[in-house]
């Protein structure tokens, strides 16, 4: 079993930058893939980021490519979403979660442990 602790999350103006990490304990961090979802008042939980277990391949929401960057230090035991160019749309509690393997996927069903969420709130 994988835990996960989020941190960076906040308040910040439409146009504005935040970075939000995730520290794992556990498992051996390199040897699975790591991912980002969120979730906004009363919708499902969605797919934003997923990094495999070198960090060589990454995958993106459409909503949010080109504005956000997932990455990893394995030597850290962390994984990151640098989120710029954020619009009020992208409000929400945004989860890091690790995956069953070393590729993750774009599914909830694909990741088996979730941390407890960070809310970001992008205002207009």
């Known amino acids: 079993q994988v835990q996960l602790v989020e941190s960076g999350g906040g308040l910040v103006q439409a146009g504005g930058s935040l970075r939000l990490s995730c520290a794992a304990s556990g498992r051996t961090f390199s040897s699975y893939a790591m991912g980002w979802f969120r979730q906004a008042p009363g919708k499902e939980r969605e797919f934003v980021a997923a990094?495999?277990?070198?960090?060589?391949?990454?995958d993106y929401a459409d909503s949010v490519k080109g504005r956000f960057t997932i990455s990893r230090d394995n030597a850290h035991n962390t994984v990151f979403l640098q989120m710029n160019s954020l619009k009020p749309t992208d409000t929400a509690v945004y989860y890091c979660?690790?995956?069953?393997?070393?590729?993750?996927?774009?599914?909830?069903?694909?990741?088996?442990?979730w941390g407890q969420g960070t809310q970001v709130t992008v205002s207009s």
């Open positions: 990094i495999n277990w070198t960090g060589a391949s990454r």
């Open positions: 979660a690790a995956a069953r393997g070393k590729y993750g996927g774009r599914s909830v069903a694909d990741y088996s442990s």
